[in-house]
């Protein structure tokens, strides 16, 4: 699995909503978020060797012209999953 940063040149609305679609429609795209900070997303991604993340990225990143930059990191290990929160009882 790969984590990536992705910062777009423009925010207009139709741009993001451009961006969103596309990684709605990408198989390769597990999760995706649209965030504040240094990203204007961060995307879950699913490759099964490089050769497959390069094809995605010139897919999706290098033939967008409003892709700025992104970052990737890949995950070594899984420490922690899920999203169940503590409930707590009332008393």
């Avoid at 897919?59 to 999953?81: D, G, Q």
Wanted: hydrophobic content about 40%; proline content about 3%; glycine content about 2%.
């Amino acid at each position: 699995m790969l984590i990536v940063e992705v910062s777009l040149q423009r925010e207009r609305k139709a741009d993001l909503e451009h961006f969103k679609a596309r990684m709605r429609d990408a198989p390769e795209v597990m999760q995706c978020y649209y965030v504040t900070g240094d990203a204007d997303f961060i995307l879950l991604v699913s490759a099964r060797d490089m050769a497959d993340f390069e094809n995605f990225t010139s897919e999706y990143f290098f033939e967008e012209e409003n892709i700025l930059r992104f970052r990737t990191s890949a995950v070594m290990n899984r420490v922690k999953t899920g999203f169940s929160m503590p409930v707590e009882t009332r008393p």
